[in-house]
Nanobody
Framework: QVQLVESGGGLVQPGESLRLSCAAS????????IGWYRQAPGKQRESVAV???????DYADSVKGRFTISRDNAKSTVYLEMNSLKPEDTAVYYC???????????WGQGTQVTVSS
């Protein structure tokens, strides 16, 4: 069973940076596609960035050029480097994993990111 734990959220000013981490337990990390999603108050959860087992990457248009997703299989961790943060990036950020072969999905508990002056 996979468990995901996010960390790295916080309060920053516009233009600043944060790095989120998603640490996975279990022995199947290498066959998990991992995505970062976010949900702002009153809005639906949306995909931010996804990195697959084969390291194919996809970003939401709103974060292209500012956010970078990466994975370290040796540490069973996925990172989301967020630069040039904007107030509209404020949301709870969730990590999601999908088993490449079974399709089983797991969500983390979320970490709050607030961008405000």
């Amino acid at each position: 069973q996979v468990q995901l734990v996010e960390s790295g959220g916080g309060l920053v000013q516009p233009g600043e940076s944060l790095r989120l981490s998603c640490a996975a337990s279990g022995s199947v990390f290498r066959i998990l596609d991992i995505g970062w999603y976010r949900q702002a108050p009153g809005k639906q959860r949306e995909s931010v960035a996804v990195i697959t087992v084969g390291r194919n990457i996809d970003y939401a248009d709103s974060v292209k050029g500012r956010f970078t997703i990466s994975r370290d299989n040796a540490k069973s961790t996925v990172y989301l480097e967020m630069n040039s943060l904007k107030p509209e990036d404020t949301a709870v950020y969730y990590c999601n994993s999908r088993h490449r072969y079974t399709g089983t999905q797991t969500w983390g508990q979320g970490t709050q990111v607030t961008v405000s002056s």
